[in-house]
Structures are given as structure tokens and as C-alpha cells.
């Protein structure tokens, strides 16, 4: 799979993410109201969604909702 690609989905994934995760919407919500585009908040939040994720298969510990 090419990088685009995982760019896109990690895109995807966060825009259902910050509806069940109340502090990846915070961060979302945060940026937005610094005046941050969209677009580019929610590619932030794609971002720390990616760096938790890499943590929870290092660690071979579930995702956790809600913990920081």
C-alpha cells in the first residue's frame, strides 16, 4: 500500500474517531477554535490516533477510549 493511502485512512478513521473518543474530539475541538482549518485539524488528530495505535501494538495492550 502506498502512503497516500494509509494517509487517507487514518483521515477516515479520525473523523469516526472523535465521535466515540471525547479526548480526540477535545484536541479537534481545540484546534478548530484556534482557527486551524478543518482539514488540517483533523489530519493532527489522525496523527495521535496513528502514535496510539503503534503504542497499543508495542505494548500488546486494547485501545483504550477515552485515556490519554
Known sequence: ???KKYKQMGVESSWTVIRYDPILREKYLRLRAR???GKKAIVAVARTLAVRLRRCLLDKTPYMVGID
Do not use: A, Y
Request: hydrophobic share 35%; proline share 17%; no cysteine.
Open 35 to 37: 482557527g486551524v482549518n
Open 1 to 3: 500500500m502506498k502512503p
